[in-house]
């Protein structure tokens, strides 16, 4: 009797993996609530204060670069683990720093932690998930990034406010605990990633190594034991024939077959959607949205309260993509979210144009038109970018080609964050938002022309359509 693939194993092992991403999403996030009160207590001017706020980005360029060509080596578990010690290293350090100098390290090992996770939490759940649940469960990690994003809202929201009533009711006797919790409540902010970073690093024990990495390091007994517990005896085999097919035709493992045929072709593809991805404006809106909603008179805390709306259809969106990139595809997700990102971005512009002199649209208007961006960006490419990556390179050099495409998207992450406040002032807001309007075509033409559809398809199938 044929054996049934053992998809709640699968599950176990996607979710374990994607806690990179919830801790990536938490460590991105928490430092907004955190930048007012480390600015003063350190007395930094702006300069000063922007490099605490973007450290963490060369740290996760760092990482990036890096982690791919670990994985390949020593395996995508091994670099798992690194980047769980880097997340509670980070976490209990900047807790504990006494100067500025050593929150500023602290926060780049904790960038470092999260380029790693960029790129091999999504890359092993790839390699162990089954072809016809590859796109959800690859989504899980874009999902798990935008649930770190709302959890660290919460924990700052929940923090200041018992660090007040901690205020409110005197110091407490425990000096260290008074520190920590009420009179530099940051420390507790930023010291509550090393919860769920402890959690990730326990659980990485209970996983096992990607069988298709086991494979190429000539591995076969421990990698058909792995493939016989996802998909049973038969389909294992199957699955076995079809790796060891796939990777004789391959070269030598180099990264430079990454610059030949048809991988050269899906090296540039990834390379410019990673980019293109960036500079069509959702982390300009994830975190300058409070900014913008400001620019139509709101006041601060409503404009706050407005970004927590854009928190919670991020998340919700993201769980609607999972249902379905499987079934509508990938391209056809990129067709219809791109194509709604650039009508509601031509909207906004609108919006921003017509109340240049004097407010004639209420500031709610604005509001949905930025959910609605916000749903169509997170049903299509913040889903997409991460499935297609984590499927289209050769299993070889898979590692380095996400690096180096994972590199792409962090340098646009950079490039947008630095140039988004400049932006703003040189072309309007308006202006700002019909440049992520012309940044939507290029996206959706590359789809159209080059991205070839590999919906339920095997990882040794979607290699076999590169290099023909």
């Not at 769920?196 to 990607?210: D, R, T, W, Y």
């Not at 144009?353 to 004639?360: D, F």
């Amino acid at each position: 009797m044929k054996q049934k693939e053992n998809l709640g194993y699968v599950l176990f092992l996607s979710i374990v993996a994607a806690l990179g991403g919830f801790l990536f999403g938490y460590d991105t996030a928490v430092i907004s609530g955190t930048i007012k009160s480390v600015t003063a207590q350190f007395q930094m001017d702006e300069i000063r204060s922007g490099w605490y706020v973007g450290c963490a980005l060369l740290g996760s360029i760092g990482g990036v670069l890096v982690a791919g060509k670990l994985s390949d080596l020593f395996g995508r578990k091994l670099v798992l683990f690194i980047s769980a010690v880097m997340f509670s290293a980070s976490g209990i350090g900047c807790m504990l720093s006494p100067n500025e100098y050593q929150l500023i390290v602290y926060r780049l090992i904790g960038g470092f932690g999260i380029g790693a996770a960029s790129v091999i939490s999504p890359l092993y759940i790839s390699e162990i998930s089954i072809a016809r649940y590859r796109g959800r469960l690859v989504s899980l990690y874009q999902l798990a990034i935008t649930v770190g994003f709302l959890g660290a809202y919460l924990v700052n929201y929940v923090l200041l406010n018992n660090s007040l009533a901690m205020k409110a009711h005197g110091a407490l006797s425990c000096n260290w605990i008074n520190t920590i919790f009420a009179s530099e409540v940051w420390r507790s902010m930023l010291g509550a990633e090393a919860i769920p970073a402890l959690l990730f690093f326990l659980v990485i024990f209970f996983i096992p190594e990607s069988p298709r990495w086991l494979f190429v390091k000539n591995k076969i007994p421990r990698s058909r034991t792995i493939l016989n517990r996802i998909y049973g005896e038969d389909e294992a085999e199957n699955q076995i024939s079809e790796i060891q097919t796939t990777l004789q035709k391959e070269e030598k493992s180099d990264w430079k077959m990454l610059f030949k045929g048809g991988f050269r072709v899906a090296l540039i593809i990834g390379v410019c959607l990673a980019i293109l991805g960036q500079f069509m404006g959702v982390n300009a809106v994830l975190y300058y949205g409070p900014g913008i909603f400001e620019k139509t008179g709101l006041s601060e805390g409503d404009s706050l309260f407005y970004q927590v709306f854009v928190g919670l259809v991020n998340v919700l969106a993201t769980v609607v993509a999972i249902m379905v990139i499987d079934k509508i595809g990938r391209k056809k997700l990129v067709y219809y979210g791109v194509s709604g990102m650039l009508v509601s971005l031509i909207l906004i512009a609108s919006y921003f144009t017509l109340n240049k002199v004097e407010t004639i649209i209420p500031p709610i208007t604005l509001l949905i038109l930025i959910l609605f961006y916000i749903f169509c960006c997170a049903i299509s490419i913040c889903v997409v970018i991460w499935v297609l990556l984590s499927e289209m390179y050769p299993v070889k050099v898979r590692g380095a080609a996400m690096s180096m495409a994972g590199f792409s998207l962090w340098i646009g992450t950079f490039l947008i964050g630095q140039l988004t406040p400049l932006l703003m002032s040189a072309l309007s807001p308006a202006g700002l938002f019909l440049l992520f309007a012309l940044m939507c075509l290029p996206y959706l033409w590359i789809t159209w022309k080059l991205v070839p559809e590999t919906t339920g398809k095997s990882l040794e199938e979607i290699e076999r359509m590169w290099q023909k």
